[in-house]
């Protein structure tokens, strides 16, 4: 439910305005040219500073253990209106160490760190929540950025139990199996047409005239109301994945406000990307990245038996598409969880070895590993229900989308023929925003003045597939002073906290220090999966688990 109050008239403006219109989109330090929106988020920002977080323990309902703590921060839900409706985010953290090394002991030193303040993190979706983040500071490659930062994550508006949408039942949205053809019949796609318009018609349905201000420029502005409320005078971020987006937006809207910014898996800034071309050359990346997979898996015929060749292995694959077809496993994996599943795979490589075991057990008449891994949980049925809400909500306001049929299906027939693994697929996704009822915004251009902003971190990989490499180049343009660290002849999606060693030692040296190299720098890709089964291994699978409760797939 939505939280409600309002509010008397502001006073005074006091200090942080004269820090905030230095940021404002337009007018520069005229407050009376500022749009109404930036002077919104003056407003709003000076409330939250004046209020902060009270950190307590978090509710049960966030499934959060200590030393979490959780609180909340009052944003509007229209920027415009400061005085009207607030809506309510979510906020956790873990506070800095402000140490490492052992606690004392023989031979043993502590090392002193200084605290530099609260690092924002968000998992991009969008749709997805880092409230689970500040869990990073007990893994080994965030241990020293944990002692220098309170670590924060925040559920975005809309998600989780910020102020959430939903479109549709959890039950329905989740419904199993479904049918995933790679070249769809036209009555097909009249059926999916049909879907589309359903359920942008729910999206208004159970939202009403709130829907148009689930938007990433609105998010971004959440973002400095949260700064101020933590009691930053400045910024220090980290975004992935459609987390670099609105990120992006905030280093455009409030360049001053920023001290350290890290992207992690670059999202295509440019005004005529977003959101349709950005989607199609995604379903085109995902191909190459389907290939990697099936290269892999050939490498190690040996061990899977399933075909020494990439295409030997997409007709193994295609074998146990068509018998779910015919037969879901386990009833409800059919050849849409199995896409799905696959899909999996193209966002991380320590997929590869669970992926590649259950598609060749299948075919050995043992189904349990596919249906393990593919069948939809119904505990996760809300939560992926509202993910999509969120998902659709912004990604259709944010920007202008086709909205002839005939244009979506003469350019995904088109792709299909070139990258027919995800073209579809992300079709059907995207589909509502053809139909949508609701106001669409005209992107920001992204971008800044040289000497306006600090120096920022990118990081991307050569061959991700969800954010393809040259959104880095382009945001790198974009922001002058921002250094690129790329992972070459790797793919996978997002990489901060992850085992490439040499990204994480930039990383590291950025948020502590400052320091990047002259303008950027390459890392060799981390190693293979091993597909051979090792004993388990606790610390990786926590540290596994928690980079994709951080990075969810499926969104961007």
Same mark, same amino acid.
């Given at each position: ?11 005074? &403006?006091?200090?942080?305005?004269? /820090? ?65 409706? +607030? ?42 929540? /880092? ?11 965030? @241990? ?34 479904? &049918? ?16 589309? @318009? ?20 609105? !998010? ?16 220090? =971020? ?26 992690? /898996?670059?999202?295509?800034?440019? *005004? ?5 071309? $950005? ?13 990697? =997979?099936?290269?892999?898996?050939? @490498? ?7 075909? /020494? ?6 007709? $193994? ?19 849409? *969880? &199995? ?33 393990? *891994? ?46 027919? =693994? ?78 490439? *060693? ?9 948020? +502590? ?39 969810? !797939?499926?969104?961007?």
């Amino acid at each position: 439910m939505r939280a409600v109050a309002k509010y008397g008239a502001l006073a005074t &403006l006091g200090s942080l305005v004269l /820090s905030t219109l230095s940021a404002a989109p337009a007018g520069g330090a005229d407050f009376a040219g500022a749009s109404s929106e930036a002077r919104g988020t003056v407003i709003a920002a000076q409330r939250a500073a004046a209020r902060g977080i009270a950190f307590r323990a978090c509710p049960k309902a966030e499934m959060l253990p200590d030393p979490l703590t959780c609180g909340t921060v009052e944003v509007p839900l229209d920027y415009a209106r400061p005085d009207g409706e +607030l809506i309510t985010l979510t906020v956790s953290r873990v506070k800095a160490s402000g140490r490492t090394g052992a606690a004392g002991g023989e031979g043993k030193a502590v090392e002193t760190v200084r605290r530099q303040g609260a690092l924002v993190y968000n998992p991009g979706g969008p749709g997805a929540s /880092s409230m689970a983040f500040p869990l990073a500071a007990e893994l080994p490659e965030w @241990k020293r950025i944990a002692t220098a930062y309170d670590l924060v994550g925040y559920a975005p508006r809309g998600v989780g139990r910020s102020a959430p949408l939903s479109c549709q039942s959890p039950a329905d949205f989740t419904k199993a199996p479904t &049918l995933a053809p790679t070249h769809p019949s036209e009555s097909y796609k009249q059926e999916r047409v049909a879907g589309a @318009k359903a359920y942008a018609q729910g999206c208004a349905r159970t939202t009403g005239p709130a829907l148009r201000h689930y938007t990433s420029l609105n !998010n971004a502005r959440d973002l400095d109301v949260l700064r101020a409320a933590l009691g930053e005078k400045k910024l220090s =971020f980290m975004g992935a994945s459609y987390g670099t987006y609105f990120g992006s937006l905030y280093a455009t809207l409030f360049p001053s406000h920023v001290r350290r910014m890290v992207f992690d /898996s670059a999202v295509n800034p440019a *005004q005529e990307q977003i959101w349709y071309r $950005n989607n199609l050359d995604q379903s085109l990346a995902f191909e190459q990245r389907w290939a990697d =997979f099936r290269t892999w898996v050939a @490498k190690h015929d040996t061990t899977y038996r399933l075909g /020494s060749t990439p295409d030997a292995v997409q007709r $193994n694959y295609e074998r146990v598409k068509a018998a779910v077809t015919g037969r879901p496993a386990g009833g409800k994996v059919g050849p849409g *969880q &199995l896409h799905a599943a696959m899909l999996g795979a193209g966002y991380y490589d320590d997929y590869w070895a669970m992926r590649a075991t259950a598609l060749s057990e299948f075919l050995k008449g043992n189904t349990k590993p596919l249906i393990d *891994q593919a069948t939809p949980r119904p505990a996760a049925a809300a939560d992926s229900e509202n993910g999509n809400a969120v998902y659709t909500a912004v990604e259709c306001n944010d920007a202008p989308w086709p909205t002839d049929w005939k244009t979506w299906d003469r350019d995904n027939t088109e792709l299909a023929t070139r990258a027919p =693994f995800e073209t579809w697929d992300n079709a059907w996704m995207n589909l509502p925003c053809a139909f949508w009822p609701a106001p669409r915004q005209r992107p920001l251009n992204v971008g800044t003045a040289p000497g306006r902003l600090p120096p920022t971190l990118i990081l991307s990989a050569e061959r991700d597939a969800a954010t393809p490499y040259p959104g880095a180049l382009e945001l790198q343009r974009r922001l002058p002073g921002s250094v690129l660290i790329t992972e070459r002849a790797a793919g996978a999606h997002g990489l901060a906290g992850g085992p490439n *060693q040499c990204v994480n030692d930039h990383l590291e040296a950025y948020l +502590l220090t400052g320091k990047t190299p002259p303008h950027h720098a390459d890392c060799a890709p981390h190693p293979e999966p091993n597909p051979v089964s090792l004993p388990p291994d606790t610390d990786q699978e926590k540290r596994t688990d928690l980079r994709r409760r951080l990075i969810p !797939n499926g969104h961007i």
